[in-house]
């Protein structure tokens, strides 16, 4: 499937960009509250980095008109993200983070990871597992 | 001599008999206490138990059957009764704790193999065992999610039964199952990285002929089980007792702006197309220069590997690589499974890789 891509930047710190994306990967529920055809790229601060199960979370916050805005990006499960490179420490809390995710559809602040770049310049992926 | 089964001697020794067979009518009486036949346990030798102990990861997609493509259904050759009751219950997917399904293994599984039982501890599921020392299916069974499995060894293949499965366990898709459900396997390693499990899910009572895959693993020999409490963070339930408060952002989050509008203002969805990246992925510190490009031998499997790391719970060996464009600082490929098409990127090396569909 191909879809347009077309980049929006925000008037302030965070950008919002339309490409082709894919969720995590997810035993746990479904996909459908998230809209896998728009990735949505957020600036931010990291608030916290919850390496959890069923569902990792970054809590991300982002200025946007000047006003910080929790995000909440869900990630896979920690077997999941540590046999492919990720880990308690992949974030710490003050890391300056550009997120990729799938939105909400319901457009409550948070989504589905797509990727991360660190601040070294890493980048990390979490794909959907295909099926 | 037939003389000496008269008098107190007999009755000694009816009595006798009486009482070792009501001990052994007992054993048998309470389910799952291990059910011999005549002549006790026969246990197969250590030497001669197969290799497959360790890690495994599941080849393929999440479903029940790769041989089907992926946009054909997934259910049980019910008849019309059981076809009745299966109406309207919801597609849960192949997924879940219980024979069969544990066996599609979303994630990773550990097998154990001692004279008593092959061992299969999968990550998200209970674990399940097969005896392999000559124990029956138990007389009076207590079902179970994963049922009572026996298995005996026709050469290097295990076979294997498993009856007494839970009535609310449901087959893959969450389709009912009768109490006549039985599965059969037969258990094999080709080579040395790989196990397959063929599954044949027999239900004279609600299919019209049995129901078969075959379910292939890969070894992973520097694997150690991850735990998976699904506890421990999760915010799919209604108070919402994963850390961080509910799904929707954080509890803590001040409320959004009410004006998402000037957005569309400063950028016209006509706004012109970048090329690769998202502009704002442009502010980041670039990535060190790669000086390893990937070995020619080596290739495919290192883009393999490489589009796992992007993607996750996936076995390397189920990608297909094709269209390979190399730069001095990327390589892009397509990756194939059996269904979905992922256009890859990463840094020279394989490193940094990204996949979308």
């Known amino acids: ?131 | 001599m037939k003389s000496g089964f008269t008098g107190p001697r007999r009755r000694a020794r009816v009595t006798a008999a009486v009482v070792v067979g009501l001990s052994w009518v007992g054993g048998h009486a309470w389910a799952q206490t291990a059910n011999y036949p005549a002549g006790g346990p026969k246990p197969p030798s250590w030497s001669s138990l197969p290799a497959w102990n360790g890690m495994w990861e599941r080849d393929g997609d999440i479903v029940w059957d790769d041989r089907i493509a992926p946009d054909q259904p997934q259910t049980p050759p019910y008849n019309a009764e059981y076809q009745k009751r299966a109406a309207g219950i919801p597609n849960r997917g192949p997924v879940g704790p219980g024979m069969p399904n544990m066996m599609t293994m979303i994630f990773p599984m550990e097998v154990e193999i001692n004279q008593r039982e092959m061992l299969i501890v999968g990550e998200s599921s209970a674990p399940r065992r097969i005896y392999i020392d000559g124990r029956l299916h138990p007389e009076d069974p207590l079902p179970s999610s994963t049922g009572h499995s026996i298995g005996q060894w026709k050469g290097k293949e295990l076979l294997v039964d498993t009856c007494c499965i839970k009535d609310s366990t449901p087959l893959p898709g969450g389709g009912p199952h009768s109490d006549a459900l039985h599965i059969k396997e037969r258990i094999w390693a080709p080579d040395a990285n790989t196990l397959l499990d063929e599954i044949t899910v027999e239900d004279p009572k609600a299919f019209l002929k049995p129901w078969t895959t075959v379910k292939t693993f890969r070894r992973r020999p520097d694997w150690e089980p991850v735990e998976y409490d699904r506890q421990e963070n999760d915010r799919d339930t209604p108070a919402g007792r994963g850390r961080g408060g509910p799904r929707a952002g954080g509890a803590e989050a001040p409320a959004a702006p009410p004006a998402p509008a000037p957005v569309a203002s400063a950028a016209p969805p006509a706004a012109p197309v970048p090329p690769v990246a998202p502009t704002a992925s442009a502010s980041a510190s670039p990535a060190p220069a790669r000086s390893r490009p990937l070995g020619k031998p080596a290739d495919v499997v290192a883009l393999q590997k490489a589009t796992v790391r992007a993607v996750g719970a996936m076995a390397w060996e189920s990608v297909k690589i094709s269209n390979v464009q190399r730069d001095p600082t990327t390589v892009k490929w397509v990756a194939a499974t059996r269904s979905a098409q992922l256009h890859c990127t990463a840094a020279a090396d394989g490193d940094d890789s990204v996949c979308e569909r």
Request: net charge positive.
């Open chain 1, 1 to 131: 499937m191909k879809f347009a891509r077309a980049a929006f930047l925000l008037p302030l710190a965070s950008a919002l960009c339309v490409t082709a994306g894919a969720a995590p990967a997810s035993a746990h529920h479904s996909y459908a509250m998230f809209d896998r055809t728009k990735a949505v790229t957020l600036e931010g601060t990291v608030k916290e980095w919850q390496f959890t199960n069923p569902h990792s979370w970054l809590q991300l916050i982002v200025l946007e008109n000047g006003t910080p805005i929790e995000y909440g990006v869900e990630g896979a499960s920690v077997n999941t993200l540590i046999r492919i490179g990720w880990g308690p420490k992949t974030f710490k809390a003050g890391d300056k983070v550009t997120i990729v995710m799938n939105p909400l559809r319901d457009g409550t602040k948070g989504g589905a990871f797509v990727k991360a770049t660190l601040p070294s310049g890493k980048t990390l992926s979490a794909g959907q597992t295909p099926g």
